[in-house]
């Protein structure tokens, strides 16, 4: 589609890193601004969020030297990212959230709070990367790209919707049960069915722990023996009958 989007001799701005980083930069604040709302300290915000980022970039990589690595059969290959370019998405997923979990549990932070802060953020960041991905390699005949940033946009509102909600019914981590479960789907129906399963049978574990309803606990019910009490009632010189 549109791959660069501007060309200066040889500096060039392309599609997908300028969308890449405006996803980071706004759900980078909007983790600060949630971070701040459960009174963590905001320099420990930002670095959590660019360690995640870090991490995130770095498995990504991993993920696709390791998945095509006839191309990709040498250092020079491996290190120059704007030359031999490419990112799996699996990788950027799982090397995001191993990240920020392992952050969370080393500062001692609330955790499901504050993963659910991370929800928030991430779908930002997914929201703003299928959009590059769409001016980078997508076509206006077959545009998924646009279908799943339209399905992560509606998945942020419903979670909106129920971040005020749901702590009537669920403790915290339903929020972050629901994200799985979406994200699942539009994996499963729009990109890949692996993941999408694996997502949304995570989801659907998290939403029964975290709703009270695996692991409740059986109420035993004890058989009451029911005794036949015979008449004890004394002869006042006469028996009744």
Known sequence: MWPTLIAIGPI???????????????????????????????????????????????????????AHWPEFNSWYRILFLTKFPGLAYEGAFFGFWLG?????????????????????????????????????????????????????????????????????FSKPGFLVAIYLLGLGLLQLALRSKWLGAFLIISGLLLLLERTGRLNRPKVKTEKIKVMKVKSSRKKLGFDFK
């Open 12 to 66: 060039a701005i392309h599609s997908f890193g300028l969308m890449l980083f405006l996803g980071l930069f706004f759900g980078g604040f909007m983790f600060w601004q949630k971070g701040r709302e459960e009174g963590v300290a905001e320099d420990s915000l930002m670095d959590g969020w660019l360690i995640s980022g870090l991490v995130s970039l770095l498995a990504a990589r991993a993920w696709m030297v390791l």
């Open 100 to 168: 920020m979990i392992i952050w969370i549990l080393k500062k001692k932070w609330a955790f499901w709070p504050m993963l659910e802060a991370a929800v928030f953020s991430q779908l930002i960041v997914e929201v703003f990367g299928w959009l590059g991905q769409f001016l980078a390699v997508g076509n206006w005949k077959l545009p998924w790209q646009i279908i799943g940033a339209i399905g992560l946009v509606g998945l942020y509102r419903l979670l909106k919707f129920f971040e005020k909600k749901y702590r009537g």
